[in-house]
Nanobody, 125 residues
Framework: QVQLVESGGGLVQAGGSLRISCAATGRTFGSSALAWFRQAPGKERAFVGAIDWSGNVIKIADSVKGRFTISRDNARNTGYLQMNSLKPEDTAVYYC??????????????????WGQGTQVTVSS
């Protein structure tokens, strides 16, 4: 069983940057895809982006394309979400997941895998 722990969230001003991390233990991190989702208050959990085991981009949400970058360090069993040019609408709890299965639309409901507990990112205007 894999455990994921996100960290690095916090409060940042609009236009600023933040990098959050996802540390994995319990199974071979390096053989799995890595995805990030986010959930704003009162909204459904939304797909942010995903990379494959080697770091190649599988998909990035249009809302963050050009601003957010997903990367990983398989030697450290850690994934990252670098967020630049942050906007107030990026405020959400951010979750990482190692998906064993996912649908073509990357709906959170279709993702089967190990989820972290989330980390709060708040962007002030």
């Amino acid at each position: 069983q894999v455990q994921l722990v996100e960290s690095g969230g916090g409060l940042v001003q609009a236009g600023g940057s933040l990098r959050i991390s996802c540390a994995a233990t319990g199974r071979t991190f390096g053989s799995s895809a890595l995805a990030w989702f986010r959930q704003a208050p009162g909204k459904e959990r939304a797909f942010v982006g995903a990379i494959d085991w080697s770091g190649n981009v599988i998909k990035i949400a249009d809302s963050v394309k050009g601003r957010f970058t997903i990367s990983r360090d398989n030697a450290r069993n850690t994934g990252y979400l670098q967020m630049n040019s942050l906007k107030p609408e990026d405020t959400a709890v951010y979750y990482c997941v190692l998906p064993d299965h996912y649908g073509l639309t990357w709906s959170a409901a279709e993702v089967i895998g190990s989820w972290g507990q989330g980390t709060q990112v708040t962007v002030s205007s």
